[in-house]
């Protein structure tokens, strides 16, 4: 069964730091991009950041930029997204999503995790 | 950075089509995705490039894309479809980028 497990949301005060992981199952995960996107309470989706296969490539939405670091352990088939310097408007919950088609930057999300919530609040 | 626009909320009847548009600059040149999100839950893709479905999405759902605007289109709508379903491009300039979100409310 392919899947994605999010882990390492809670509540933070701003200024602080977080680390989120996304474990993956069923697929080969060094073969496909990985990609955090996130959901401000009762708002829409909002793409964060993606990384490549080999994690040789990683891109960062302008909100994030210089807070938020992407990486991947293709041996623990693992994501990970070090959020610092966090702030109000950082509260959302963070997917993960696999994109897992030809490997086109034009490819969809066609795996998501469940979601792991994030608060930033004093 | 690219702009996409969905209307807010979309209504239908039961067994009637569902219609809910996705406008962007020349978007017709662009592959567009969708996603179904119902609450509480992680959104599933329905639609990508724009007009094909995965496994398990039925018929009913189809999309298109032409010119300002890429459509998603569901067919003899059921009371299970209501969702809130966002449009998605890959831009150079933007990345990922998602539209705004429809609420699609079946009466």
């Known amino acids: 069964e392919v899947r994605l497990v999010e882990s390492g949301g809670g509540f933070v005060q701003p200024g602080g730091s977080l680390r989120l992981s996304c474990a993956a199952s069923?697929?080969?995960?060094?073969?496909?991009?990985m990609s955090w996107v996130r959901q401000a309470p009762g708002k829409g989706l909002e793409w964060v950041s993606g990384?490549?296969?080999?994690?040789?490539?990683?891109y960062y939405a302008d909100s994030v930029k210089g807070r938020f670091t992407i990486s991947r352990d293709n041996s623990k088939n693992t994501l990970y997204v070090q959020m610092n310097t966090l702030r109000a408007e950082d509260t959302a919950v963070y997917y993960c999503?696999?994109?897992?088609?030809?490997?086109?930057?034009?490819?969809?999300?066609?795996?998501w995790g469940q979601g792991t919530m994030v608060t930033v609040s004093s | 950075s690219y702009v996409l626009t969905q209307p807010p909320s979309v209504s239908v009847a039961p067994g009637k089509t569902a219609r809910i548009t996705c406008g962007g600059n020349?978007?017709?040149?662009?592959?567009v995705h969708w996603y179904q999100q119902k609450p509480g839950q992680a959104p599933v893709l329905v639609i990508y490039?724009?007009?094909d479905r995965p496994s398990g999405i039925p018929e009913r759902f189809s999309g298109s894309n032409s010119g300002n605007t890429a459509t998603l289109t569901i067919s003899r709508v059921e009371a299970g479809d209501e969702a809130d379903y966002y449009c998605?491009?890959?831009?150079?300039?933007?990345?990922?980028?998602f539209g705004g979100g429809t609420k699609l409310t079946v009466l």
């Open positions: 999503a696999a994109i897992t088609g030809s490997g086109s930057l034009n490819d969809a999300f066609d795996i």
């Open positions: 069923g697929f080969t995960f060094s073969s496909y991009a």
């Open positions: 990384i490549s296969g080999s994690g040789g490539s990683t």
């Open positions: 020349n978007i017709g040149s662009k592959s």
């Open positions: 490039y724009d007009s």
């Open positions: 998605q491009v890959w831009d150079s300039s933007s990345n990922r980028v």
